[in-house]
């Protein structure tokens, strides 16, 4: 970044120093031009005014300061080259000029030539043809060695000027770049202390320049997605922890009271049915952690079909129909015909029937369940609607969250791990939908499913368990 600095600063500062010499240049040789300019016409008309051609001499010839040489010097010429007059000691410093050349003059104007004379020292001259009965030209010339000096002089200048800049564009460029990189190392020192125990650490973003504020956000937002992905590992973690522990306990216990003592085969045969139903729980909680960790992962793609939502609503009615006539609640599909859509049927199935499943498990004998599917827009809504006891508003964010149980009465019994919500918002947000709940305590509650019609709009898949 120094060195880039000082590149760019020092190319600008050569650029606006050489444009400011060029211009001094041309500037000084405009104004010598117009010097000779003015000195060729007062020559004019002084030999305008002359009675002859010989006897003149030119009082506005000025010595320099420094020398007695005049600054400027002139000469009467003819048309083949000789001298008629001239400022003393002209002809031993600058060349006469050739017949040549003075015929190549435009004889509406004068030519201007920079040359050297025979000593060396640089000379301006304008020449330029008179009026007259015979064809005669006036030079004109300056001697430019004044204007040279102060040209070396400046550039003298010019190269302490540069020299002076670049080691101030050095210092500023590094102290720049210092500065500049101070919170990007603050940030990096800030990443270097992130561990799974320091999640909650965060970059200041007070003080820092907008164009690293936003980086420093971007930052922090991802370590509050990273802290709650940990926290929720651990939690759940924590829970499956628990979950596997109730089974695995009542296995060790049942075995051990079995091994206790010589029993019959008939309580054998009970010790060996409660031990299954045990490992049939296990089984389908650790079928179920499977899926949604599968889900997590995002592995495969959906095993999508047209699906005919009426028909599948009925196939699923008619699997829950016998526990739902033994807790005397009504399964019935509404609203569901012609209603298509492109799912994973196996999924989707799986989807219906927890939140069946639990409507049924929640709604007292004499209420109803509702099913009912509808076409809206790109979108199907699948709505299940029970008549049970309700969820309380404080619940309701938390219901899809996995191994939440609101309490005992509510959870059914034992069986239930909290997860049967979890694998439906799994499934729906496989399909690229959400879902959405509504719910009264002591009035029932409504679960809608919305899901696009078609899959090109759901987003990555992930895998079917």
């Avoid at 211009?23 to 002359?50: C, I, K, P, Q, T």
């Avoid at 020192?189 to 320049?209: D, K």
């Avoid at 940990?230 to 695995?248: G, K, N, Y």
């Avoid at 508003?393 to 997860?419: C, D, K, M």
Wanted: contains cysteine; glycine residues 8%; charged residues 25%.
């Amino acid at each position: 970044m120094t060195a880039w600095y000082v590149l760019s600063a020092f190319a600008l500062i050569i650029i606006a120093t050489g444009s400011l010499y060029w211009v001094l240049v041309n500037g000084m040789y405009r104004e010598d031009v117009h010097d000779l300019r003015d000195n060729l016409e007062n020559a004019s008309l002084l030999l305008s005014a002359s009675s002859g051609q010989h006897g003149v001499s030119f009082p506005f010839a000025t010595p320099r300061a420094r020398g007695q040489r005049p600054d400027i010097y002139l000469r009467v010429l003819d048309s083949n080259g000789q001298v008629l007059i001239e400022t003393p000691g002209l002809s031993r410093r600058l060349p006469t000029p050739s017949k040549t050349e003075l015929a190549a003059i435009p004889s509406g104007g004068g030519a201007s030539h920079q040359i050297l004379s025979r000593q060396g020292e640089p000379f301006l001259t304008l020449i330029a043809p008179i009026a007259g009965s015979q064809p005669r030209f006036l030079e004109v010339a300056m001697d430019r060695a004044h204007d040279e000096f102060l040209l070396a002089r400046y550039r003298e200048r010019l190269w302490l000027v540069l020299g002076a800049s670049l080691v101030l564009c050095a210092v500023v460029g590094y102290l720049i770049a210092r500065s500049g990189m101070r919170p990007i190392k603050g940030i990096s020192r800030t990443a270097e202390r992130i561990r799974a125990t320091t999640l909650h650490e965060r970059i200041a973003t007070g003080g820092l320049p907008e164009e690293l504020r936003g980086l420093a956000e971007t930052f922090n937002g991802m370590l509050d997605r990273l802290e709650q992905s940990f926290a929720h590992i651990s939690q759940f973690s924590d829970d499956v922890a628990h979950e596997l522990r109730t089974p695995i306990n009542n296995l060790r216990g049942e075995i051990e009271v079995a091994l206790g003592k010589v029993r019959s085969a008939e309580e054998y045969r009970d010790v060996l049915g409660s031990c299954f139903e045990e490992c049939t729980r296990v089984a389908r909680l650790i079928r179920t952690l499977l899926f949604l960790a599968r889900a997590d992962t995002a592995a495969d793609a959906l095993q999508r079909e047209p699906v005919d939502l009426s028909e599948e609503l009925a196939k699923v009615v008619e699997f829950y129909e016998a526990d739902a006539g033994e807790r005397g609640v009504e399964l019935r599909v509404v609203g569901a015909s012609g209603v298509r859509a492109e799912l994973d049927r196996t999924l989707f199935q799986q989807a219906i029937g927890n939140l069946i499943s639990n409507a049924v498990a929640h709604t007292p004998s004499g209420g109803s369940v509702e099913l009912a599917a509808r076409a809206s827009g790109q979108n199907i809504r699948v709505t299940v609607t029970d008549t049970g006891c309700g969820i309380a508003p404080e619940h309701l964010p938390h219901v899809f969250e996995r191994f939440y149980r609101i309490e005992q009465s509510r959870t059914g019994s034992q069986q239930n791990a909290g997860l049967g919500l979890a694998v439906v918002k799994s499934i729906v947000n496989r399909h690229g939908g959400r879902v959405e709940i509504d719910s009264r305590v002591g009035e029932g509650t409504r679960v809608e499913l919305i899901v696009p019609s078609s899959g090109a709009t759901a987003p990555a898949e992930l895998t079917k368990s």
